[in-house]
């Protein structure tokens, strides 16, 4: 039988320098918000990296080509030649959108498609990084970079602070902010009560957990000096791997912190909240930050939440109402917050910030309901539509 329907599918073009298997927060994302768009046709053109990786395959509701040997070089190839490529890979077949992921090798082969095409031009913006880096890094590439941003014909911003730095950069097209969302299971939820009851008067343990790539951005280092304030009672579990892993080891050396950290190294995103849901307190004092997701999670599950009042955090995380604010660079900042919370004085309100804290996540951020909103942003190609 015909069906129309599926004949009458939009087709999104996205291009993004990295695709699973490869695992960041953005291609969690595109995976998360595809999963859910069935009345969409998905192809995503990306960097191969990884010689094991095939050139062609199909992930979940996304058809993936990847362009280059499997090598780092692969990024390059992928925004200079990506765009070409893919007009006259799909010269035959009716593309709706071009949709680049970040202002990066992806967002650079999406702008030369466009140029290319003439077609709609979706730029979403997921930058974790300092964006003063960001931007010294993007000098190289001249004035290719901020055509990313005033080429655009609609920018879908993860946070406030992302939509501030577009402007910044020169867009003049509607820009809209959807977050990232998080997988919030009902059935993994701790007892906030038990981390109250747990003190240094006795000497119950307290398990400080944060879920980070050891890189310099997201600060491991000063939340393992916070230990130095705290009682022998108080333990640390850090999820996560990276470059800065050894340095991290050599300071809890230094620090003869051994036998109070543990480092459980890189887990699947399934596995996240079991580990989060063995925990008492999640920290994470970040020095930059697109969103949070790591944040969200942590929330998702009922713990109490410290962060850092930089980038998108401030968005989802209010002093006192959904969490808690430590100083950036203050190790004995994050030791006082996280005394506060195991004070058994502040038994009331840490229970009612960690369960508005969660609702803000049920609420707000759930895959489902940013699935919806990019959908609507994607089912208007001359994005026509209000702006924030």
Known sequence: ?????????????????????????????????????????????????????????????????????????????????????????????????????????????????????????????????????????????????????READFIQAISTYLKDWARRMGATCPIVVVPNGSKCDPNIRIQVSDTNKNNHNNLKPILIITTSRLVKKNAVDDLIKALSFLADNFKLKVVGAGPDEQKLRNLIHDLRLEERVEFAGLVTPEKIFAHLAGADIFVRPSLSEGLGNSFLEAMAVGLPTIGTPVGGIPDFLVDNETGWFCEPRNPQSIAEKIKFIVDPANHELVNQVVEKARQLVVEKYNWDKIAEQVGEILGKPSYKVKSE
């Open 1 to 149: 039988m015909y069906n129309w329907k599926m004949e009458n599918k939009k087709t999104i073009l996205i291009f993004s320098t990295a695709y699973l298997p490869l695992v960041g927060g953005a291609e969690l994302a595109v995976k998360e918000i595809t999963d859910r768009l069935p009345e969409y046709d998905f192809c995503l053109v990306t960097a191969r990296l990884r010689r094991d990786l095939p050139k062609q395959e199909k992930i979940g509701q996304v058809e993936v080509f990847r362009l280059g040997l499997g090598l780092w070089l692969d990024k390059i190839i992928l925004a200079f030649w990506g765009g070409f490529w893919a007009s006259k890979r799909f010269k035959n077949r009716r593309i709706d959108t071009v949709w680049g992921i970040m202002a990066s090798f992806g967002g650079l082969a999406a702008l030369a498609y466009k140029r290319h095409t003439g077609m709609p031009f979706l730029l979403t913006l997921q930058e974790g990084d300092d964006l003063v880096e960001v931007e010294k890094k993007a000098r190289i590439l001249g004035r290719r970079f901020r055509a990313m941003f």
